[in-house]
């Protein structure tokens, strides 16, 4: 049985926002949460991920493993 008085409040129904937008609910000690990044916007999930190669290491790395 936990002890009474030393774990924090739990809210079930925690609103995460980012840029002002809720964007979903969870889990959480703090009633609200505020991200600067989410699967929504980080470009790795949204398709708008570029790699930025000054040095020709990605297409040394295609040609060695023959990779089109």
Request: with cysteine.
């Amino acid at each position: 049985m936990p002890k009474d008085k030393i774990h924090p409040k739990w809210f079930n129904n925690s609103k995460v926002y980012c840029d002002g937008k809720e964007i979903m609910t969870v889990g959480s000690t703090k009633k609200t949460l505020n991200v600067d990044i989410w699967s929504g916007n980080h470009p790795f999930f949204t398709g708008s991920q570029k790699i930025l190669d000054s040095e020709g290491r990605v297409e040394k790395f295609m040609k060695k493993y023959k990779i089109k």
